[in-house]
Every structure is written in C-alpha cells, then in structure tokens.
C-alpha cells in the first residue's frame, strides 16, 4: 500500500515526483521526476532519462536516509486493443527499464504498462530485482488490471 505524488511535466506528459511506501514506511522523491505519460513517444522509440532518487522515513520526511541514481529507459513497443474488468481500451504499450542503486540498495527492473487515453495505466506487468547485500532482497513479479473506471 501506498501512494505516488505525480507532476504535469513541461511537455505535457504527467511524471511522478514521489512515492509513499506505506509497507516499508518510507518516502521516495525522484528528481527530476519519474516520467508517467510521455507524449510524442513513436512505435520503436526508446528515451533514457537519469533521475535522482532521496528516501526518508514517513516519521521524519525531512531526514534523508538514503541517496542514489536510477537510469530509466521508456521503450514504445506498440499500440493494442486490451480488455481488462474495467472494459476493452485502445491502449500503447510502453516498456520502462530501470538499472541503478539507492543507498546500499542495488536496483533492476522492467515494467510493461498499457497506457489508455482518457483511462491512464490499464494494466502492468513488473518484474522486479532490489538487492542489499544480504540486508534486503527483494524479487517481485506482478500484474496490476484495471477493476473499474468513471
């Protein structure tokens, strides 16, 4: 359980600048912020982007604990139409991969997310690889539908 803090990015596209971790109780900022929605992005088309990563604990946000660098790779693989319990959408499927380290933390991960207009992300698929030396380790697959919409 959590909650992310999203941007209007200055090309239009919405970007997440902070990611609330209620499990773990921490918080995320991303600088600049994670990119969400990437508007202009053609079939085939990759961008890469390097963000700055701060994390704190949800007791005391201002106390930084940890720092690092993520570098993220948003790929357009294709445009598809997908029925999820929410309905069938038109929806372009982009493909982000993160490689990096936050404090002792080393980070690799790939998402596939279909992304509709007028609906946002409409289902995901994340495979993901957080390693502490033998701290944390953390090996995750997931998929995320959309149940319901306005």
């Known amino acids: 359980m959590g909650a992310l803090?999203?941007?209007?990015?200055?090309?239009?596209?919405?970007?997440i600048v902070g990611e609330e971790d209620r499990d773990n109780e921490v918080l995320s900022r991303f600088t600049p912020g994670e990119p969400l929605m990437i508007p202009g992005l053609k079939a085939g088309e990759s961008r890469k982007v390097a963000v700055k990563v701060q994390v704190a604990d949800l007791a005391n946000p201002k106390k930084i604990?940890?720092?690092?660098?993520?570098?993220?790779?948003?790929?357009?693989?294709?445009?598809?139409?997908?029925?999820?319990?929410?309905?069938?959408?038109?929806?372009?499927l982009i493909r982000w991969d993160y490689k990096g380290s936050v404090g002792p933390a080393s980070i690799e991960q790939t998402d596939y997310r279909f992304i509709a207009p007028h609906a946002g992300m409409i289902a995901m698929?994340?495979?993901?690889?957080?390693?502490?030396?033998?701290?944390?380790?953390?090996?995750?697959?997931?998929?995320?539908?959309?149940?319901?919409?306005?």
């Open 65 to 92: 604990t940890h720092k690092g660098a993520l570098s993220i790779t948003y790929t357009y693989i294709g445009a598809y139409k997908v029925t999820v319990p929410a309905g069938s959408f038109d929806a372009e």
């Open 5 to 15: 803090y999203f941007q209007e990015s200055a090309d239009g596209g919405a970007s």
């Open 125 to 150: 698929i994340q495979n993901r690889h957080i390693s502490a030396m033998l701290i944390y380790n953390d090996k995750t697959k997931l998929g995320k539908l959309l149940q319901a919409s306005k």
